[in-house]
């Protein structure tokens, strides 16, 4: 499957990661999590959790990612992009990223999740530290087709990242809220476009 790696593309207006808060509390209580994220979504299934893997494999990092990264422009590095999901429905669109020589020094192997989540991995090896979280609102047209199909005819959805941190290690988690989630849970943000 053909990624299109452009969620995190820097260079366009329309999207700029920050820090400050939104003026929505139940939103913001959902982007500023420091918890687990996959934890929270399982306590929530009506269904099984499951991750479904939608790519893995190298691939040259945007911008956005490597500066996020602190590493040298057009950078290759390991790329997984999966949908967690309620059963067979994806509630979030994740796409997790890390350097390569830095991953590979590392010992660290992203290759080997499969269906385990990478957050539950990041959350029970106690090495990594989260960085800060920021948040912004995607066009959905700059994530993956097969994600823009969960938009419900959104044109933005949210989204946050944070940078897990482990030696030289840094391995970049984006999560997009997709608006099923909303919906599911009875979240005031279903109605709120």
């Excluded at 139940?26 to 479904?52: E, I, K, M, P, Y």
Aim: proline letters at 4%; hydrophobic letters at 40%; aromatic letters at 10%.
């Amino acid at each position: 499957m053909v990624s299109n790696p452009t969620l995190s593309t820097p260079d366009s207006n329309r999207e700029r990661w920050r820090t400050t808060a939104t003026e929505n509390s139940a939103l913001n209580n959902w982007l500023f999590d420091q918890g687990s994220l996959t934890q929270r979504l399982t306590q929530l299934c009506r269904h099984t959790f499951r991750v479904q893997v939608l790519y893995e494999g190298w691939q040259i990092l945007t911008n956005s990612e490597c500066q996020a990264l602190n590493i040298a422009h057009n950078s290759c590095g390991w790329v997984r992009e999966v949908f967690l999901c309620d059963g067979v429905t994806p509630w979030v669109f994740a796409r997790s990223v890390a350097g390569q020589s830095a991953l590979q020094a590392s010992g660290f192997n992203m290759e080997q999740l499969g269906t385990r989540s990478l957050g539950q991995l990041l959350f029970s090896h106690p090495a990594f530290n989260r960085g800060e979280m920021y948040i912004t609102q995607i066009p959905c047209n700059q994530l993956p087709e097969i994600a823009q199909q969960q938009a419900m005819a959104q044109s933005h959805l949210w989204a946050r990242r944070s940078c897990f941190i482990k030696n030289t290690l840094g391995v970049l988690v984006a999560e997009v809220f997709l608006p099923k989630l909303w919906q599911d849970i009875h979240h005031p943000m279903f109605n709120n476009h």
